[in-house]
């Protein structure tokens, strides 16, 4: 059903240049933004995960879908950034603030939203939500869920991995040994087993639920890929926000080859030092999940349910700069089109491998 009324966006994110969005941390970037759209058309706001726009990962990728919106669809934009540590009611207030000042709907950039984002729509059934990453069965109608199928894209990584090992040993780094991360794994274990079943995959992760820290440090991401580099691992996917930037840096330093995550790593300025060691990044295109989302709120059709972003739909891709795989093309080319066609379905829990 259209509506005809006009919907203010916000993907949770950042900041707000308005007094009771300012308790929160929040942060314009557009001062129309900062008093309310003047043509009373759509407001977006950002509410970003751990590490913010700027981690060369995850956030920035939906950072790239907020810009797109703001430059394509004309829509005024604000952005408020988490804090590292922060408690489960910092997240409540900067929605619930969110919802005060007029935002509908709202995005909240990570599934470490969910709990807040559940009991904050279920208090305000007239606000439209959307959560990236999380698809809870005890959300509310009003919360629209903006998943993707990471494993399908970590299976291709296994592949490339398994491709370029001169060691025929790999290693994989989780940032938080949550169920989101559990598919990066289980599918890039997939992948480099469905090449040679005999080459051996470290596992490391850096924190544990209700710790988040290991989204957003790089020491500890070097930390990590050091000791499985010190194991004769060759080649290192990390899925773990800024916390990669580290692992990036100590494989570089090794000789080794990286392998970058949601966003393309080897584009981005602050690894330009480091880019001819990133091999590949599985992208997850997080930007083009925020962008349709903010084009269905303008359109006044907003979207409903599950809404999911797989190989197929271009969800999940392997980055291709550097020229670093394209000799390993056809073989990448052949194990996509296996997941697309249904002959190969990715597992989305280690355990079971």
Not at 153 to 167: E, H, I, R, T
Not at 207 to 232: H, I, N, R, V, W
Not at 273 to 283: A, D, L, R
Request: charged share 25%; glycine share 12%; net charge neutral.
């Amino acid at each position: 059903m259209r509506r005809s009324t006009k919907l203010a966006a916000v993907v949770l994110s950042g900041s707000l240049g308005i007094a009771s969005l300012a308790a929160c941390g929040a942060k314009s970037n557009d001062t129309t933004a900062a008093s309310g759209s003047a043509d009373g058309g759509l407001k977006v706001g950002m509410a970003y995960d751990i590490g913010g726009r700027g981690d060369q990962s995850f956030n920035d990728s939906a950072a790239r879908g907020l810009d797109k919106a703001k430059s394509e669809l004309g829509v005024a934009v604000t952005e408020a950034d988490a804090k590292t540590g922060e408690a489960e009611a910092d997240k409540e207030t900067r929605l619930k603030n969110l919802v005060t000042a007029g935002y509908n709907p709202i995005i909240a950039v990570g599934f470490v939203y969910q709990a807040a984002v559940e009991k904050v729509a279920k208090e305000n059934p007239g606000t439209k939500f959307a959560i990236i990453d999380s698809a809870s069965d005890t959300q509310p109608t009003n919360v629209t869920s903006l998943t993707f199928s990471e494993q399908e894209g970590s299976y291709l990584a296994g592949v490339a991995a398994a491709l370029k090992s001169k060691n025929k040993h790999v290693g994989f780094i989780g940032g938080v040994q949550s169920e989101l991360i559990k598919k990066f794994e289980a599918g890039y274990r997939a992948g480099v087993k469905s090449v040679d079943p005999n080459i051996p995959v470290e596992v490391t992760y850096l924190s544990t639920p209700p710790d988040f820290t290991g989204f957003a440090a790089p020491d500890k991401g070097k930390e990590a890929a050091q000791g499985q580099l010190d194991k004769k691992a060759d080649v290192i996917y990390t899925a773990a926000g800024s916390s990669g930037n580290g692992a990036i840096e100590a494989v570089a330093n090794a000789g080794a080859l990286a392998i970058g995550v949601d966003s393309d790593q080897a584009a981005q300025p602050a690894l330009a030092k480091y880019k001819n060691s990133i091999m590949t990044s599985m992208v997850k295109n997080v930007d083009k999940a925020v962008f349709a989302y903010i084009e269905s709120a303008k359109k006044g059709e907003v979207f409903t349910g599950v809404k999911n972003f797989d190989l197929k739909a271009d969800g999940v891709s392997l980055a291709t700069t550097g020229g670093k795989i394209d000799d390993i093309k056809g073989k990448l080319d052949e194990a996509a089109n296996a997941i697309k066609g249904g002959a190969t379905t990715v597992p989305t829990d280690p355990s079971k491998l």
